[in-house]
Nanobody
């Protein structure tokens, strides 16, 4: 089974930046749409961004203009650059591989393989 491992989270002040990385192992993810989601304890998981196999990018309104998703097929990684961070960005961020072509890219039901998540905390 594929393994996805996120890194790059941490504590940052509002207005700061973080670059989250998702490293995949076991097989290539170059042909898959990849997504980033985030979740706060007690709240529903929220879509953040997705990138298609061809490099098309999609963002939630809450992060549009502040986040950039990218992929490096040679390294089998997917990154999420987040700028101008806000306290409401605080969450555990997870990457996932989209496996259901009949589900929308923003639906967590479309994704079958998930990383363990990396904590992002934005202080005010």
């Amino acid at each position: 089974q594929i393994r996805l491992v996120e890194s790059g989270g941490g504590l940052v002040q509002a207005g700061g930046s973080l670059r989250l990385s998702c490293a995949a192992s076991g097989r290539t993810i170059s042909g898959s749409t990849m997504g980033w989601f985030r979740q706060v304890p007690g709240k529903e998981r929220e879509f953040v961004a997705a990138i298609t196999w061809g490099g098309g990018q999609y963002y939630a309104d809450s992060v549009k203009g502040r986040a950039t998703i990218s992929r490096d097929n040679a390294k089998n990684t997917v990154d999420l650059q987040m700028n101008s961070l806000k306290p409401e960005d605080t969450a555990v961020y997870s990457c996932a591989e989209k496996t259901n072509i009949y589900r929308a890219y923003a639906s967590q039901d479309a994704y079958s393989y998930w990383g363990q998540g990396t904590q992002v905390t934005v202080s005010s």
